[in-house]
T-cell receptor
Framework: NAGVMQNPRHLVRRRGQEARLRCSPM?????VYWYRQLPEEGLKFMVY????????ESGMPKERFSAEFPKEGPSILRIQQVVRGDSAAYFC???????????????FGEGSRLTVL | DAKTTQPPSMDCAEGRAANLPCNHS???????VYWYRQIHSQGPQYIIH???NNETNEMASLIITEDRKSSTLILPHATLRDTAVYYC?????????????FGQGTRLTINP
């Protein structure tokens, strides 16, 4: 059973360009979470999605950032018009969903490291 | 989610047991205690979780006090590869509120 797959592992963008980060959850997992870790800082929650639904986006910046988890395919975190302050590691996690309405433990990918020049 | 308090750093000798404390005095009855670790800049790794009973798996043991206001993660025979930042997280499982909120964690250094 493959783990959470993130790509690209490293991405370099110039200011003003767009960055797209992809996350394929573990097989059987229907919940996806995105976290950001700035250099020398802790992990900050960004957004929590189920298939085709955003459940909690309380940690998403109001502008330029968006996330989706379509019915088919990976989850995408999109950052438009990137700025230097967006340089960070972006981690995706997935969890299973139980019939009780609860989610299991989160399993994280190895992250995508965005560098904005 | 209830907040947790952990010491910022700890040291432990290789081969000894590492005991990492966590205070969560405002935990509510339906919230679990989770432990994760992050080795260098890798993705966080799940270690263990519990509600009120002590738990053990192949990685660690989790001891939760009877009043549930604190817990201890025990790595029974620490190795150099256990050097990491360890996060104690209180997590509710109410639908829609199931994210993990990471604090600053404890930076554990295993010394040879």
């Amino acid at each position: 059973n493959a783990g959470v797959m993130q790509n690209p592992r490293h991405l370099v963008r110039r200011r003003g360009q767009e960055a797209r980060l992809r996350c394929s959850p573990m097989k059987g997992h229907s919940h996806v979470y995105w976290y950001r870790q700035l250099p020398e800082e802790g992990l900050k929650f960004m957004v929590y999605l189920q298939k085709e639904n955003i459940i909690d986006e309380s940690g998403m910046p109001k502008e330029r950032f968006s996330a989706e988890f379509p019915k088919e395919g990976p989850s995408i975190l999109r950052i438009q018009q990137v700025v230097r302050g967006d340089s960070a590691a972006y981690f995706c996690a997935s969890s299973p969903y139980f019939s009780t309405g609860t989610a299991g433990e989160l399993f994280f990918g190895e992250g995508s490291r965005l560098t904005v020049l | 989610d209830a907040k947790t308090t952990q010491p910022p750093s700890m040291d432990c000798a290789e081969g000894r047991a590492a005991n990492l404390p966590c205070n969560h005095s405002t935990i509510s009855g339906n919230e679990y205690v989770y432990w994760y670790r992050q080795i260098h800049s890798q993705g966080p790794q799940y270690i263990i979780h519990g509600l009120k009973n002590n738990e053990t798996n192949e990685m660690a043991s989790l001891i939760i006090t009877e009043d549930r206001k604190s817990s201890t993660l025990i790595l029974p025979h620490a190795t150099l590869r256990d050097t990491a930042v360890y996060y104690c997280i209180v997590r509710g499982l109410i639908q829609g509120a199931q994210k993990l909120v990471f604090g600053q964690g404890t930076r554990l250094t295993i010394n040879p």
